[in-house]
């Protein structure tokens, strides 16, 4: 008998498999873990980013739709490039998303698809319930590389902070919405996946990008270090790892 569970329900893992068997009198009963991954970014022993993925199946699950009445209950700000939220929160909908769609019709800067200006649609109540759907914005590769150069610095200073000598430096940076994990090889290239909070084994997930990256990006006779990897190869051998994991979970992978 099997199950899937989210990886929230890791503390109650025990008492389910205790109760079912109880009750059921099954002696075998094997639980899969639904795992999200968010993205996976590699950085060089130097600071700089030289490979991102984004899984953006996952990244579309932060999207919020809600439907709203007039006035609005969060205030916008209204740029050529994007509408985005600047005060107050709301089901989700939280400060810095972006505004995504109107009734369904995508949003493309301040403008919708049919090329109806959206402030104006939003600041009249005659339209009024409108169906709003709000998500994280997607970084630009230069805000991207910016935070790979802003972690080198943070890493080195959590290792002199530590009051362990040779201390790993940060391997586990948890919020309320997401989770960073970190592997950083002996020669200093940083290993980086953001994942859903609550996941647990993924420094073995680590470890086997790692051993990707060993067999498909550096054994390239045409990739050179420090460079950005550039390999189809190593992408789909990557995305392949990531849809295993996602749909089997981390148990399944060899150790």
């Given at each position: 008998v099997s199950c899937e569970l989210s990886a929230n329900s890791n503390?109650?893992?025990?008492?389910?498999?205790?109760?079912?068997?109880?009750?059921?009198?099954?002696?075998?009963?094997?639980?899969?873990?639904?795992?999200?991954?968010?993205?996976?970014?590699?950085?060089?022993?130097?600071?700089?980013?030289?490979?991102?993925l984004d899984n953006n199946a996952n990244m579309l699950r932060i999207e919020h739709e809600k439907t709203f009445t007039y006035p609005l209950d969060i205030i916008l700000d209204y740029s050529p490039k994007k509408?985005?939220?600047?005060f107050n929160r709301k089901d989700g909908i939280n400060v810095g998303h972006i505004l995504v769609a109107v009734n369904g019709m995508v949003v493309n800067?301040?403008?919708?698809?049919?090329?109806?200006?959206?402030?104006?649609?939003?600041?009249?109540?005659?339209?009024?319930?409108?169906?709003?759907?709000?998500?994280?914005?997607?970084?630009?590769?230069?805000?991207?590389?910016?935070?790979?150069?802003?972690?080198?610095?943070?890493?080195a200073i959590a290792s002199q902070l530590s009051p362990e000598n040779k201390s790993s430096g940060i391997e586990l940076l948890e919020t309320d919405t997401f989770t960073l994990h970190c592997f950083q090889t002996l020669t200093g290239v940083k290993f980086i996946v953001v994942s859903e909070t609550g996941l647990v084994g993924m420094d073995i997930l680590l470890r086997k990008i790692y051993e990707l990256y060993s067999d498909y990006a550096l054994k390239n006779p045409f990739y050179s270090l420090e460079m950005p990897i550039r390999c189809e190869l190593f992408d789909s051998k990557l995305q392949l790892l990531l849809d295993m994991i996602e749909k089997t979970g981390i148990n399944n992978l060899d150790k």
């Open positions: 503390s109650c893992l025990k008492q389910l498999t205790f109760l079912v068997c109880l009750f059921t009198g099954i002696n075998r009963f094997s639980v899969t873990f639904k795992m999200i991954i968010y993205g996976v970014y590699i950085v060089s022993k130097s600071g700089g980013l030289i490979f991102n509408v985005s939220v600047v800067g301040a403008t919708l698809e049919d090329g109806r200006d959206v402030k104006t649609l939003l600041e009249t109540a005659d339209n009024y319930p409108l169906n709003l759907k709000f998500g994280r914005p997607k970084m630009t590769t230069n805000e991207k590389i910016f935070l790979a150069s802003m972690f080198y610095p943070l890493f």
